[in-house]
């Protein structure tokens, strides 16, 4: 069975500093991984995917993640947080089951402090 | 915009009665996922469509029930509503691939006094 774990609820940084959001992966196989982030009162949009190939993988408003096997870790990181930033952010893996749903962590909430 | 669509927003009512939530997935996507997103629970899978199909089936209670009709929306029937049914619901569409990612819905915030 597939799981996400996100250590830390809560993380704060301040604007312009290194954001670092972790997430550790269990799968037997090997996984389809993604981090998406939610606005307060909105859905979840997708930052960036993992499924094979390089495992530095870039996304949207300057996040990337990097794939680590022996780690079983998907870490998310921003070199310079911004204000807009703060969200929740939420780690994924696939089911590899069939159906191809999402297990998610518990999310993470930024705190950018100007 | 994700291109996928949730009506209603908000929805307010009172235990044990029933509601419907419908999400139109984007165009040309024919899976379509229930998720629900409460305090206590985090983000849960409840159910999965394939063109028209059920294809899987999460943590999804009994008193709950979809389906997704020719056109490819689909609908979420909650019925005996209880407190604890109170959060968010999110439906979510992909073209059928693994790899590929799932484009969220705005949600569906439900109430139940």
């Known amino acids: 069975a597939q799981s996400v774990t996100q250590l830390g609820s809560h993380v704060s940084v301040s604007e312009g500093a290194l954001v670092l959001l972790r997430c550790n992966y269990s799968s037997s196989v090997p996984p389809y991984l993604f981090w998406y982030v939610q606005y307060p009162n909105q859905g979840l949009q997708l930052l960036l995917k993992y499924t094979t190939g390089a495992t530095l993988v870039k996304g949207i408003n300057g996040f990337e993640a990097e794939f680590k096997k022996s780690e079983t870790s998907f870490h998310l990181t921003k070199p310079s947080a911004h204000m807009s930033d703060a969200a929740e952010y939420f780690c994924a893996v696939r089911s590899q089951t069939g159906a191809n749903n999402l297990f998610f962590g518990t999310g993470t909430r930024l705190t950018v402090i100007p | 915009d994700s291109g996928v669509t949730q009506t209603p927003k908000h929805l307010i009512t009172a235990t044990g009665q029933r509601v419907t939530l419908r999400c139109s997935p984007r165009s040309g996507d024919l899976s379509v996922y229930w998720y629900q997103q409460s305090l206590d629970q985090g983000l849960q899978f409840l159910i999965q469509y394939y063109n028209g199909e059920e294809r899987a089936k999460g943590n999804i209670l009994e008193r709950f029930s979809a389906q997704q009709f020719p056109d490819l929306h689909s609908e979420l029937n909650l019925s005996s509503l209880e407190l604890g049914d109170s959060a968010l619901y999110f439906c979510?569409?992909?073209?059928?691939?693994?790899?590929?990612?799932?484009?969220f819905g705005p949600g569906t915030r439900l109430t139940v006094l």
């Open positions: 979510a569409s992909s073209v059928t691939s693994p790899a590929n990612e799932q484009f």
